[in-house]
């Protein structure tokens, strides 16, 4: 069993900067592939960052050159920076934890979110 619990949420004006983090409590935590999801009202969850157990990151088109994700496997805790930010970037940001063993069983977990709001 894994908990996430995300933190460094709130109001920014556009051209901002904030940072999330998200501190998970259990095993495995190296493990996991981690990343982070947005959801807006009316808008399907969508993927913003990952980072995978070797630190290989992946990020959504729409935040590339402006987001950074990051994990420290030795404090159980996934950031992601988010700098430029635009009103577009509004929505409940989610820390995942996905985990897929080798005989076909996926764990994941997700944490309750934080708000991001970017607006003047």
């Known amino acids: 069993q894994v908990q996430l619990v995300e933190s460094g949420g709130g109001l920014v004006q556009p051209g901002g900067s904030l940072r999330l983090s998200c501190a998970a409590s259990g095993s495995s935590f190296s493990a996991y592939t981690m990343g982070w999801y947005r959801q807006t009202p009316g808008k399907q969850r969508e993927l913003v960052a990952v980072i995978t157990r070797d630190d290989t990151t992946n990020y959504a088109d729409a935040v590339k050159g402006r987001f950074t994700i990051s994990r420290d496997n030795a404090r159980n805790t996934v950031d992601l920076q988010m700098n430029s930010l635009k009103p577009e970037d509004t929505a409940v940001y989610h820390c995942?934890?996905?985990?897929?063993?080798?005989?076909?069983?996926?764990?994941?977990?997700w944490g309750q979110g934080t708000q991001v709001t970017v607006s003047s």
């Open positions: 995942n934890a996905d985990r897929l063993r080798s005989w076909g069983v996926r764990t994941m977990y």
